[in-house]
């Protein structure tokens, strides 16, 4: 009973029990195929974290597309993770490409409203690499 009443609190904020049920069940499922990454609640709903640190997976992502030929060995270096932390975040990037790209771009869109509403002529670009 206890487990249920914690349920449909957590389902409040996701819809139907059922839909959070699924959620949580796909959750467990990745967190067993890759244990290097685990889920928490943000403003921008649930994300993707490297397992232990307060990385977003889909910051990494969005290194990977300033420098797609970064390696694991580069990831681990630059972000201070154990080898086996950024090859499993790898991967997990590599399973869920498209679910990583839709967070970074959260992720840059919200930082750009953010600045616009602090900043209120600020303005983004694109520079061009040499």
Known sequence: ??????????AKRRGSVGMAATRLLEEARRREDFPAVEFRDTRLGRVAYVQGTRLQVAFIYGQTLDDPSLTTNQIAETFSLPQWKAAGVWAYIEEFAEECR???EDIASSEARELRCRLPNFETFE???L
């Open 1 to 10: 009973m206890e487990m249920r009443r914690w349920l449909e609190r957590f």
């Open 102 to 104: 839709k967070e970074w």
């Open 127 to 129: 520079v061009a690499s």
